[in-house]
């Protein structure tokens, strides 16, 4: 029998492709399925963004490319930072990488090892958790607080800080909340952070230009004084709808850099080279697809969010950014996973349970509102029928 390293044990996964699987089987089945589960825009890639990959292609970028990115890409990453924060990067501390999670996973198990404490938003992306565990690090959650609007308090996080934290994940705006961590609540973390310097920071922002009502996106490499303990994820996939081109960056303070790259040539050699010039298109190219997809989006809320709050036993706040509703149905008498298995299997209807981001995420359930009105409209509908039909449990 072949014998696995015992931390394969505790790798967990993302439930979300796991409900897409089973939603995609019963629909195959016949059964008609309304999938609110997956993070994904509906939307496809900009035409000017699949041409450019196509462009590529024809143009004979078929080869390896510098293990950090081509340095054309990394000069564009460079200026749209300036552009929505007006910070200045070096392009050679951006590291391109085949999608958001690689960033995460090589900040994590940079830091991570036995007798080390990771703090990370819960309920928050379940990767981060996971991979804490993978590396041996103990992970400390750190709570996100519907009465905030799924802020983090800053006073709540430094004091979980001791002299055993080598790491400290944040996301704004936040999956699976849509949670928008406001300015000051920024600068009082930060203020702590500055007498912490044994801390690192990757700030997750890769939802980052997806908000709603003015409300304000806050890069943490606007602050100087912690430039280099923070290491930015973000990327294409949301922004610009390229999820399945697989391409993200990170920023790496310059000490950091050489490890990151390292890792990159151990992990993956390099991203896809049609896919980077494809990057380029999407960061020099016109805004109007980006906007008007978050105008999209932004419909999408207001119809959601008022159809769950009009449910019996749901309550949901309004997210600031992302595409996601995350309801509190402890009002329902249903678990968070009782009641995603019920809506899938008794009404079609998708979603993912919010004890699949972490522990606190018990009593919610997280939405996408990726789709159109029209699923929206009637998987609410369906949803009403159980509640309305089902017995409640104690």
Known sequence: MLEMAGRMGVLGTET??????????????GRSIINLGIGQPDFPTPPHIVEAGRKALAD?????TPANGIPSLRAAVAVDLWRRHKVEVSPD????????????FFAIMMFGEPGVEILYPNPGFPIYES??????????????HESKGFSFSAEEVLEKITPKTRLLIINSPANPTGGVVPRAELDRLVAGLEKNPHVAVMSDEIYGEILYDGAEHVS??????????????????????????RMGYGVWPKALFPH???????????????????GIAALEGPREPVERMVKAFAERREVIVAALNSLPGVRCVQPGGAFYAFPNISGTGYSARDLQSEL????????????????????????????????????????????????RKN
């Open 131 to 144: 991979v804490i565990k993978f590396s041996g690090a103990t992970p400390v959650p750190v709570p996100l």
């Open 344 to 391: 899938l299997d008794k009404v079609g209807v998708a979603t993912i349970a919010g004890t699949s981001f972490g522990a606190f995420g018990e009593d919610y359930l997280r939405f996408s509102y990726a789709s159109s009105v029209e699923a929206i409209s009637e998987a609410i509908e369906r949803i009403r029928q159980l509640l309305g039909n089902l017995p």
């Open 93 to 104: 501390q951006v590291l391109v990488v085949p999608g958001g999670k690689v960033t995460m």
């Open 16 to 29: 979300a492709f796991e409900v897409l699987a089973r939603a995609n089987a019963l629909a195959a089945q």
């Open 60 to 64: 004979g970028h078929h080869g390896y």
């Open 220 to 245: 943490l490499l606007s602050y100087p004084s912690i430039r280099e303990q923070v290491i930015l994820l973000d990327g294409w996939s949301k922004t610009y709808a390229m999820t399945g081109w």
């Open 260 to 278: 990151a790259e390292r890792l990159a040539i151990n992990c993956h050699s390099c991203v896809n080279a049609a896919t980077q010039w494809a």
